[in-house]
């Protein structure tokens, strides 16, 4: 083991912990951001899920647009061969 | 206690004489444990944003439903709402789906009162549409972006409407700081949402705002009124009157059932990710048998060596966890989320123009260090401990 590699080792440990922490201490509180709060208010709240689009499952964009999911017929293999909802 | 720390401080060169077992163990936790920091800190970023949308939105959704689903709402009921003691005001909105393009791309028309999005001039590249002027568009940063539309852009008609079809302007783009959930919107005027779907005095929802403390009051004086559940030929509406504190109560844990899945997911990855280290780190388990012969020979007590171990194990679990939160904030923040987007993010493509929600919290990042330890730990204690307890003699043969 050389010196340089254990001097690399212990910048490492030291460092990346170091960097990590102030990480998460700059995202510890959620930050108000003016624009995202004046778009919810122009527009009355929108969005209330993980889905960008109504395509797949509009309860997953926002369930105040549709409460049901098509999604919950996922695990059903056959489904367009069925004729059934969420395509 | 010297001794101690003599002995501990020898963990940190075992890291180094053998680099490459090292660098392989260290390389399998940052490949188990990133994932889940980075997935925790997008479901964290998510509910930030969720959190807002309820917050700044508004007081009460009243939307419509037949047969048990979604029906439109007449805008006749904005006038009765209005007219009630304690609301500030009332609109009405409509929000819908069309496909544009030939890749036949699933977009958001949000219809919207002229005075709503008009007064937001900031939050757009280009212009709000004008009061009175139909077929102006603004549309969000990525569909921008997929769809190549710049400001000025013309769209030829994508809807059919018994009146005849008009092109369509695009005269704003959304920032895209702005909600996940503007990235796929067209936004436009009521008038014009209305002309798209073919669909007059009917909205899909009515937005209720409430003079401060009056939420309540004015959602029992809206139940106990008949003409909102108006009448027609096929029988009375079913209005819904949905509060925030509903849908406070509701979402939230929605989003920690999918939350839910996601940890349960890599919990049984770490649960694999275990003695898969364990038969990794086999790799090395004639080395270890041969250190730990050696230096029992030399006089060394079995528990020194396992504390030696333990702390190598240590050291590799924390250059583990820290890198891979590093690398989590280096994902999410500088590459947006390359790849990983559409995972947590349904129907978004592997790269995606609006700005992707992250937080990373302590929790998830100290639960890194810990499942990281365990892991290591285990492959490399239960190999020492087999080695160290042994005749020095047998395990060096």
Redesign the interface.
């Known amino acids: 083991?050389t010196a340089r590699?254990?001097a690399l080792?212990?910048a490492?440990?030291v460092a990346?912990?170091a960097?990590?922490a102030a990480?998460?201490t700059a995202?510890?509180s959620?930050a108000i951001?003016g624009?995202?709060?004046?778009?919810?208010?122009?527009?009355?709240?929108?969005?209330?899920?993980?889905?960008?689009?109504?395509?797949?499952?509009?309860c997953?964009?926002?369930?105040?647009?549709?409460?049901?999911c098509a999604l919950g017929l996922e695990p059903v293999p056959v489904r367009s061969a069925l004729g059934l909802p969420g395509e | 206690m010297g001794k101690l720390a003599a002995v501990a401080s020898t963990g940190v060169e075992a890291l180094l004489l053998h680099p490459l077992r090292s660098a392989t163990s260290l390389a399998c936790l940052v490949a188990v444990v990133l994932p889940f920091v980075a997935g925790a800190g997008v479901a964290r970023g998510l509910l930030d944003q969720v959190e807002e949308s309820i917050d700044f939105g508004a007081d009460l959704h009243v939307t419509a439903s037949r047969f048990g689903r979604p029906a439109p709402v007449p805008l006749e009921l904005v006038g009765t709402i209005r007219a009630v003691p304690g609301v500030r005001d009332a609109f009405p909105r409509i929000v819908g789906e069309v496909v544009l393009g030939v890749d036949r791309l699933p977009c958001v028309v949000v219809g919207l009162p002229a005075e709503r999005l008009a007064s937001a001039g900031e939050l757009v590249e280009g212009r709000p549409w004008l009061p009175g002027a139909s077929d102006e568009l603004v549309v969000g940063a990525e569909l921008a972006s997929r769809l190549e539309l710049q400001v000025g852009a013309r769209l030829p008609p994508f809807y059919r409407n018994e009146s005849g079809e008009r092109v369509s302007t695009v005269v704003g783009i959304l920032r895209a700081d702005l909600p996940i959930w503007a990235g796929n919107v067209m936004f436009c005027s009521f008038e014009t949402a209305g002309r798209i779907f073919d669909q007059a005095g009917l909205a899909t929802s009515l937005l209720v705002t409430c003079e401060p403390g009056n939420r309540e009051a004015v959602r029992r004086r809206l139940r106990s009124i008949d003409e909102l559940a108006p009448r027609d030929d096929h029988g009375p509406l079913a209005v819904i009157l949905r509060s925030k504190d509903d849908l406070a109560a509701l979402l939230p844990s929605s989003l920690r059932h999918l939350e839910g899945i996601f940890t349960l997911h890599f919990v049984l990855a770490f649960a694999v990710g275990i003695p898969l280290l364990m038969v990794t780190s086999g790799i090395g388990l004639a080395e270890r048998r041969r250190e730990a012969a050696l230096l029992k020979a030399l006089g060394w007590m079995t528990d020194e060596v396992l504390l030696r171990g333990m702390v190598e194990s240590a050291l590799i679990a924390l250059l583990g966890a820290s890198l891979a939160t590093v690398l989590a904030g280096a994902w999410l923040g500088l590459l947006n989320g390359a790849g990983i987007v559409g995972v947590f993010l349904p129907g978004a493509p592997p790269a995606v123009a609006f700005e992707l929600p992250f937080r990373l919290l302590p929790v998830p990042a100290l639960l890194a260090f810990v499942i990281s330890f365990a892991v290591v730990a285990t492959g490399t204690l239960h190999a020492l401990w087999r080695a160290a307890t042994a005749p020095p003699a047998l395990a060096l043969r």
């Not at chain 1, 624009?35 to 509009?58: H, N």
């Not at chain 1, 997953?60 to 049901?68: K, L, M």
Request: proline content about 8%; glycine content about 16%.
């Open positions: 083991m590699g254990r080792l212990l490492a440990a990346l912990p960097t990590a990480m998460l995202s510890a959620p951001h624009g995202r709060a004046s778009f919810q208010r122009e527009v009355g709240g929108l969005g209330l899920g993980p889905a960008v689009d109504l395509s797949r499952c509009a997953g964009f926002d369930p105040r647009v549709e409460s049901g």
